[in-house]
């Protein structure tokens, strides 16, 4: 059985929220347990409002709650104890095959790092997270999206590498397209560690498994010129965020212009169904869940204002990577990456060609 941990108080909106996501998720995936941290005094009456949960959900009582204001390196001394600290480590303990929360992102990152530690070869973790799109599967991947603020050209190459997995893992592609995220497509744009990035994924396409196009812009984050896009965690997040308004904000226009008088409701009724689909395509809640990659367990992160529906949609993902095994193939397709790196180096090096820098997979 796929088992779920799940922080249940880190969430803007509080433990009612979380459980009422979970009794969401728990409808539709009847063969999932969850285990839930956090005060057992607030959580078991939530848990009785929920019949659907019955039997479902081991309770796990956790009396210190992270909040949003703490900072990672307090958290990462003195977290133990707290609801985030337990749901983490369920993993590590193999009580449970991912955990999700909807606190502190900094915090969570590094209590993920502590507990879970790096997988071998991988020098910064990154979040990725879903985007829609044009391309046929509905979405693409973006990653980093705020597990760090800067990243070197071996860390965007990793980010490559890791996305593309997910991506083959997580969307059932093939040989995932990758793209690096500039102010322009043209190769001498950007700065010097996008440049090198460049040239290093270039080298590194057929041993990840992906189509490296090569640089894009802002407007190819929702096109289908590309499957995953890979940027600085600085970047993705101001893009995440921009786009999550962006979607609000259309929602809000069209609901102020078909509310606008008799006419504008006619037509709004005659238009529902459209309507309606429109509004599922940008709803940010159903593509809810950013995924910790570079680790040695599966961490989703779900976004601190998110409500019930946000939330069950960031427990399906956990239960998806969960039931793939992901964790264990991206550390296989690193150190598959790596080698056949570090052997076409030691053949370079052997013909007196210039051999790359250090490789980043053994570093």
Not at 65 to 94: C, F, L, Y
Request: charged letters at 20%; one cysteine or more; aromatic letters at 4%.
């Amino acid at each position: 059985m796929t088992v779920i941990s799940v922080d249940a108080m880190g969430g803007d909106k509080g433990p009612a929220v979380v459980v009422a996501g979970l009794g969401l998720s728990a409808a539709k995936h009847s063969d999932v347990h969850f285990i839930l941290h956090g005060d057992s005094a607030t959580l078991t009456p939530l848990l009785a409002a929920q019949p659907g949960l019955t039997g479902r959900v081991t309770l796990v009582h956790a009396e210190r709650v992270v909040t949003m204001n703490d900072k990672p390196s307090q958290v990462m001394r003195h977290g133990a104890g707290t609801s985030m600290w337990s749901a983490i480590d369920a993993v590590k303990s193999g009580d449970a095959q991912a955990a999700v929360s909807c606190g502190n992102t900094g915090a969570l990152m590094a209590v993920s790092m502590v507990r879970l530690r790096k997988i071998a070869g991988v020098n910064r973790p990154a979040i990725a997270c879903l985007w829609p799109s044009r391309n046929p599967g509905g979405f693409n991947l973006m990653l980093d999206v705020g597990a760090g603020i800067e990243a070197e050209a071996e860390d965007l190459l990793q980010f490559a590498t890791m996305g593309a997995s997910y991506a083959r893992n997580g969307l059932a592609l093939s040989r995932p397209r990758v793209g690096l995220l500039n102010v322009g497509t043209e190769e001498h744009k950007g700065r010097a560690e996008l440049k090198i990035a460049h040239d290093r994924m270039v080298e590194a396409a057929d041993a990840g498994g992906f189509e490296f196009v090569g640089f894009v812009e802002g407007g190819d984050i929702p096109g289908d010129r590309v499957d995953v896009i890979v940027t600085d965690g600085f970047t993705g997040n101001i893009a995440l965020k921009t786009g999550e308004g962006i979607a609000k904000l259309i929602a809000d226009f069209l609901r102020e212009a078909f509310g606008a008088g008799i006419l504008s409701k006619f037509a709004a009724l005659l238009a529902l169904n459209s309507l309606k689909r429109l509004q599922k395509r940008i709803d940010p809640r159903r593509v809810n869940g950013g995924v910790f990659l570079g680790l040695n367990g599966t961490v989703v992160k779900s976004h601190g204002s998110a409500d019930e529906t946000g939330v069950a949609a960031a427990i399906g993902l956990a239960i998806q990577l969960a039931r793939t095994g992901f964790v264990e193939r991206l550390a296989a397709r690193l150190a598959s990456t790596g080698k056949k790196l570090a052997d076409r180096s030691d053949e370079e090096d052997v013909d007196g060609k210039d051999a790359p820098g250090k490789d980043w997979a053994t570093s």
